[in-house]
């Protein structure tokens, strides 16, 4: 059996802080490949390099945040109920 | 060719997709397909320099947005259908030598709303009945693209196995007023033997009826019938366990560990609110029982369904209970 490369991962900061979750932003945009496939490019202003940055503003389609309906509670409070 | 063909001994639906057969095959290590598109370099699927999580359309799909006309007649018996619906695959990094193990926990936390992006989006299409977030890792299990990367797939129906569960969940529901999962959560803390890990907001364990060795699912604590359900929080507390649990993996025998990585979450074709008996989990199958042996869905698994364990979940759980990092 060939083993697959070791890829021994140290255990890193696994924290994500308050401010992180809080201020958790992402952006997306959509474009059309040349064979008509669609393709979403996600970017996270908070974490991005400058080379990501820059290559997701030079993607010429609109900008769109993802929004995620977080303050929709679709559940009602009786059965939201935790283990 | 491509369409769906009914099986009625099963009762579900087969999908053929000939043209799959000559889909992307270990490509040459300077050809990734996934890579970004560097300038003078080949055109690869990805049009940028750069990138941090893309999605697109597969190309060797096997369901359509809009499929061709089924190029067999099917009958009463054995009826057939489009094979319309949505696969995506979303790359995770654009560094082809990482994986979700090695990521930072802020990318996996940026990769759960990309999925719960994608849930509601795909969901929100009225052909669509499933979202089935998975990946397919190692060679072991098939992949013949390294990049680090995941599928989406969006059904027309709601596929067998999250059906079972489902109608399994609704069936307890009605008999006792409790959600299935959670009294099954509830049955492993009070146990704790095949706990891996836990946080405020969730719990990995080796499930009492684990079908593979090291098989771990991982579950809110809270009643999230989908991605959708979970606050920002929670979102993060799942990015959390979530490369607890992958990590664990890479270390247990010091080298990547292949796995299937699925996702099970309430159908789209209501709300929440419909499916409060339901919980969203995480579930892993890795394929190996020991460092060099794997586990093989043979005549019992596959013909019969039955799954034969070689291993007890609470010592495989103990075992991965005690192989950093840890989380408890």
Known sequence: ?83 | MSELRWNPLLEEWVITATHRQDRTFFPPPDYNPLAPTQPGGFPTEIPSASYEIVVFENKFPSLRQSPPDPAIAGSDLTPVRPARGICEVICYTPDAEAELATLPVQKVHELIYVWTDRFLELGARDFVKYVYIFENKGKEIGVTLSHPHGQIYAYPFVPPIPRRELDAAHRYYQSTGRDLIGDVLQQELEDGRRLVAQNEAFVAVVPFFARYPYEVQIFPRAVRPALSDFNADERAALARILKTVIEKYNNLWQRSLPYIMLMHQRPTDGTSADYAYYRFHIEFYPPYRTPDKLKYLAGSEAGAGVFINDTLAEVTAETLRNTPPYLI
């Open chain 1, 1 to 83: 059996m060939r083993d697959s490369p070791a890829r021994r991962t140290a255990s890193l900061n696994f924290s994500l802080t308050s401010e992180e979750i809080e201020t958790m932003h992402i952006l997306k945009k959509q474009i059309q490949k040349e064979d008509g496939r669609y393709l979403i490019f996600y970017h996270a202003p908070a974490s991005a390099t400058e080379a990501q940055r820059k290559a997701f503003r030079e993607i010429d389609a609109p900008e769109q945040p993802v929004t995620l309906l977080d303050d929709r509670n679709c559940l009602p409070a009786e059965e939201s109920h935790r283990v």
